[in-house]
């Protein structure tokens, strides 16, 4: 298994972002944007390689107050008790670029990632290459639907001790992660010992939580955009409803929508390689364009 090519860290003013690459750095690049709570590692070295093998530089970064990210444990909050909002989020993902000497990108974002990287198309899209948006939505409340059992897990009281962070993240993969045949219990604890091993920040998660919320719709804005768009969802995912995808490719110009049967909001191994066709061939399809 190839690791990372080089690691290194990004400035957004006071913010220090952890990222890695893979791949040729004279490719075109595709940085990859985390959902809530998610550490970077999440986008796992083998199918990093993947995606580099096809062409493409690969970046990954952890967000803000996850990961080996600054924490906002004692930034001042907004009126909407949020101590920052996606686009301050969209600003680190840009950083992270410019770290790089990347002035252009393809960007993929899962979940939260998702609302970043539509974020960054519409405040820079002469930056944006291409967008990928998984498994997330527009920020119009109607179009965020999770299950009653999901958004309880959500937003439950957060673990303590790596014990707890195993079972939570486990019995939330139980409800709203792919069904058999892509259930793997026994990954998905190893994965969740490994990220709390890597860091553990769950008041960090929360703040990431309220960011989302103070951010608002971008269905006008979205309208507007003149970026190559995929969208994708899973069929199972019950954490964000695929209603949400399909809002998204509906309204973004020319976007297209890929339905992933089986998949919930999660990224199960056996899925990357369908998954690596479709953004590569999107975003190199984009380029020739």
Same mark, same amino acid.
């Given at each position: ?11 957004? %003013? ?20 985390? %959902? !809530? ?30 990961? !080996? ?37 393809? #960007? ?5 990632? %998702? ?36 958004? /309880? ?21 139980? #409800? ?59 069929? /199972? ?6 209603? %949400?995808?399909?809002?998204? /490719? ?25 998954? #690596? ?13």
């Amino acid at each position: 298994m190839t690791g990372p090519t080089r690691s290194g860290r990004a400035t957004n %003013g006071t913010c220090q972002l952890h990222y890695d690459t893979f791949g040729d750095p004279a490719n075109p690049t595709l940085l990859l944007v985390n %959902g !809530l709570g998610s550490q970077c590692t999440n986008y796992k070295d083998a199918w990093c390689t993947m995606f580099a093998d096809r062409g493409l530089q690969v970046i990954r970064f952890d967000n803000r107050d996850v990961g !080996l990210s600054t924490s906002f444990a004692d930034a001042p909050v907004n009126e909407q008790g949020a101590a920052y909002t996606l686009r301050d989020m969209s600003d680190d993902a840009f950083a992270v670029l410019d770290a790089n000497g990347v002035q252009q990108a393809h #960007v993929m974002g899962l979940s939260m990632g %998702g609302m970043i990287v539509q974020t960054m198309a519409i405040e820079h899209p002469e930056r944006i290459l291409s967008m990928t948006s998984v498994m997330s939505t527009t920020g119009e409340p109607d179009y965020m639907r999770s299950s009653p059992e999901a958004y /309880a897990l959500l937003t439950g009281t957060p673990p303590t001790d790596r014990e707890s962070a195993i079972e939570r993240h486990v019995e939330g993969l139980r #409800v709203f992660g792919s069904p058999a045949p892509y259930a793997d219990e026994d990954r998905w604890r190893a994965d969740a010992g490994a990220a709390f091993d890597r860091a553990f920040t769950p008041d960090g998660t929360r703040r990431q939580f309220l960011a989302v919320g103070a951010s608002g719709s971008r269905a006008d804005a979205l309208r507007q955009l003149d970026v190559p768009t995929l969208v994708m969802h899973g069929s /199972a995912d019950t954490l964000i409803d695929p209603i %949400g995808g399909r809002r998204t /490719a509906e309204l973004v110009p020319g976007a297209r929508f890929e339905l992933i049967e089986g998949m919930g909001h999660d990224y199960p191994p056996a899925l990357w390689e369908r998954w #690596v066709d479709l953004v590569v061939d999107h975003a190199l399809g984009a380029r020739r364009s």
